[in-house]
Nanobody
Framework: QVQLVESGGGLVQAGGSLRLSCAAS??????????MGWFRQVPGKEREFVAA???????????NYADSVKGRFTISRDNAKNTVYLQMNSLKPEDTAVYYC?????????????????WGQGTQVTVSS
């Protein structure tokens, strides 16, 4: 019920930065809560949690980060544009993966992949050494 359009992936050298964007449309403003997250996946591995932001129409919000990216990645949301961003700094080769945006217009546990029902198409992030 939520449509997601991603952008911002690409090739970057180790230590560099990228910013991913995910614009949401559809059933985004009809719920009390909206959770948007970023996951990543490499071939042969499970899709893993990266970061998430939960917002409520009362104005409250919270963020979650995987330990592997904490201090380097920052998730944010522009509610007016209904867009979530993932600012990735100090990138490492091990950050190389397909990054997926996910959304769920419910108050879910944001780090659990199976909680989300809407997904973007994925965008490749490649970090060279």
């Amino acid at each position: 019920q939520v449509q997601l359009v991603e952008s911002g992936g690409g090739l970057v050298q180790a230590g560099g930065s990228l910013r991913l964007s995910c614009a949401a449309s559809g059933r985004t403003f009809s719920s009390y809560a909206m959770v948007m997250g970023w996951f990543r996946q490499v071939p042969g591995k499970e899709r893993e949690f990266v970061a998430a932001i939960s917002t409520w129409w009362t104005g409250g919000s919270s963020t979650n980060y995987a330990d592997s990216v904490k201090g380097r990645f920052t998730i944010s949301r522009d509610n007016a544009k209904n867009t979530v961003y993932l600012q990735m700094n100090s990138l490492k080769p091990e950050d190389t993966a397909v990054y997926y945006c996910a959304a769920e217009p419910r108050n879910i546990s944001p780090t659990i992949v199976t909680e989300y029902n809407s997904w973007g198409q994925g965008t490749q992030v490649t970090v060279s050494s």
